[in-house]
C-alpha cells in the first residue's frame, strides 16, 4: 500500500512551457486535491475532485487544468507556465471530504524560469 | 499562532519539555479540526483530529484541545524529542471548497 504518490518530484520549466504533475492513490478514495504551497504559506487548493470524471475548481485555480479520468489518477496541468508557478505542489487524498483527513502525497517542487 | 505574513512563527523549547502550538480558526461553522505535521522536504502528515463536540482528544505524546467559543485549537507535545521539529499546521472543515482549510503553520524548533 503506498498511499499516494507524486511524478515527478522535481522539474525545471522555461516560461512558457507546460507538463503535466501525475497523482496516484491506492486507497479506493473518491476525493482528490492539488494544493500548491509557497513559502511561509499554509496550502492553497487549486483543484480537487469528488469523483471519477469530475472536476472543481478551488481557491487559486487560474493557470492550471486537471483531469481525472480514473479513479486513482489525478492529474494537474501547466499550459503555459510563468514564474509565479514556482511552487511546491502536493496532491491529497480522502475517503469523506469534510469529516476525515486528507492524505498527502511527497511533494513535486517546480521551477519556473 | 498562524502568520499572515511570509515568515512563519517559531516556537523554541528545550528537549524534554512540552510544546504547546496554538491555532486560531476562522470559520464558526467548522465541525471537524485536524493537526498535520511536515517535516522539511516531505508532505503533510496526519497527527491528531477532534470534532467539535468533544473539547479534548489525546494521542501518543500529542493532546488537541479545543475551544469553540474562541475558535481556537492547541496542540500540546509531551516530552518533546528531536524528531518532533517540523512545520505543524491546524486545519479546519469550515469554506467554500469541498474540503479542508489549512492554517499557515508554526515551525517548532527543538533545543538540545
Known amino acids: 500500500n503506498a498511499g499516494v504518490t507524486q511524478t515527478p518530484k522535481f522539474r525545471v520549466l522555461k516560461t512558457g512551457q507546460s507538463m503535466t504533475l501525475l497523482c496516484a492513490q491506492d486507497m479506493n478514495h473518491e476525493y482528490m486535491y492539488w494544493y500548491r504551497q509557497d513559502p511561509g504559506m499554509g496550502l492553497r487548493l487549486i483543484h480537487y475532485?469528488?469523483?471519477?470524471?469530475?472536476?472543481a475548481k478551488g481557491e487559486v485555480p487560474d493557470g492550471y487544468n486537471v483531469s481525472r479520468l480514473k479513479k486513482q489518477n489525478f492529474l494537474l496541468g501547466l499550459e503555459s507556465a510563468a514564474p509565479s508557478q514556482t511552487s511546491v505542489y502536493f496532491c491529497?487524498?480522502?475517503?469523506?471530504?469534510?469529516?476525515?483527513?486528507?492524505?498527502f502525497g511527497p511533494g513535486t517542487r517546480l521551477l519556473v524560469l | 499562532g498562524e502568520s499572515v505574513g511570509l515568515h512563519l512563527p517559531t516556537l523554541s523549547v528545550q528537549e524534554g519539555d512540552n510544546s504547546i502550538i496554538n491555532c486560531a480558526y476562522s470559520n464558526s461553522a467548522s465541525d471537524y479540526f485536524i493537526w498535520y505535521k511536515q517535516e522539511s522536504g516531505k508532505g503533510p502528515q496526519f497527527i491528531i483530529d477532534?470534532?467539535?463536540?468533544?473539547d479534548k482528544r489525546q494521542g501518543q505524546r500529542v493532546t488537541v484541545l479545543l475551544n469553540k467559543t474562541v475558535k481556537h485549537l492547541s496542540l500540546q507535545i509531551a516530552a518533546t524529542q528531536p524528531g518532533d521539529s517540523a512545520v505543524y499546521f491546524c486545519?479546519?472543515?469550515?469554506?467554500?471548497?469541498?474540503?479542508?482549510?489549512f492554517g499557515k503553520g508554526t515551525h517548532l524548533i527543538i533545543q538540545p
Open positions: 475532485s469528488v469523483g471519477e470524471g469530475t472536476t
Open positions: 486545519a479546519e472543515n469550515g469554506g467554500g471548497a469541498d474540503g479542508l482549510t
Open positions: 477532534i470534532r467539535s463536540n468533544m
Open positions: 491529497a487524498s480522502s475517503y469523506v471530504p469534510r469529516q476525515e483527513t486528507q492524505y
